[in-house]
């Protein structure tokens, strides 16, 4: 396929300014919408790369925004929302999927990559989940109605910049206790780059049409195991304790009003189902070699984190002096 121009709904995020990046790199004029452009200034600097500020959720506006691209990729995704109706997941997920479907056809734009989550379906245990599925359907029946459509269904994303092993590492150095809920829930973490890779690689792939592929890393772990090896990384001594059903929901119910939302009543109903790949992993389907968590996670978070405890020691030392 000739795909030169390629639009990219959600590229300042994590998984999207690799993704940016990677399309550089394939000679690919990006155009990247976002709702602030200031948030964006990491991607000025590449000299194929557009940056657009855009309400996407105004129907004409996204179909001016999306207009001449060969190709639109979709990663807008949240993990949150105030309250717990699922209203914010519907927006993000499943109203603005329809517009960018109507949008591509509006401006005749044939290719369309989506980013879904692994286990979303409509009848879903979370409203990210259900939202995610419904979404996800939506692609595909427009895949049935003439767009060459594929959807990616990935665990949990780690790489540089991500907010899982980050966000853990962050708790472990603020305090001396981690109370952590679901630690036996399962994930099989994806690499970053072999998500992206995975992009690259299904763009102009015919093969790829209407397909939904599955993306997981080479092992599986619990979440306590994945706290505990962050713990390792980051040098950390705070204790991990494992909660029990009753006191996670109890701590959902109270993280979910703190600033951020650690965690929520909805993050917890989604890890009831295992963040597992159960049949063939998408990864090895387009050739792509998963990378190992061991190989990735202690270049960035031994790295930083290494450094954060240098400059306290630095402190505390200036501070002796003082005294």
Known sequence: MQIHSVCVLGGSGFVGSHLVNRLHMEGCRVRVLTRHRERSRHLLVIPTVEVVEVDVHDP???????????????????????????????????????RVIDAC????????????????????????????????????????????????????????????????????????VLPLAKPNARFAPVFVGDVVEAYARALRDKATFG????????????????????RELIRSRTIVIGLGETLSRLQAGVM?????????????????????CSGENGLMTLGITPAPLETIAPQYLAHRYSRARYAEYRSEAGRARAY
């Open 211 to 230: 397909r939904r592929y599955d993306l997981c890393g080479p092992r599986i772990y619990s979440l306590r195991e994945l706290v505990l090896y962050t």
């Open 105 to 176: 056809k509006r401006n005749g734009t044939r290719r369309l990559l989506h980013m879904s989550a692994l286990h979303a379906a409509p009848q879903g245990p979370s409203n990210y989940l259900r939202s995610k599925g419904i979404a996800e359907d939506h692609v595909m029946a427009a895949g049935s109605a003439g767009l060459q459509v594929t959807v990616f269904r990935p665990s949990v994303i780690f790489g540089p910049g991500d907010s899982f092993l980050n966000r853990f590492a962050r708790l472990l150095r603020l305090s001396p």
């Open 60 to 98: 004409m506006r996204l179909r001016e925004a999306m207009g001449g691209s060969d190709a639109v990729i979709n990663l807008v995704g949240i993990l949150n929302e105030r309250g717990d109706q699922g209203r914010g997941f519907h927006k993000a997920h499943v109203e603005l999927t329809t």
């Open 256 to 276: 979910e009003y703190v600033p951020g939302k650690p965690l929520s009543r909805d993050n917890l109903r989604s890890l009831s189902i295992d963040s597992v």
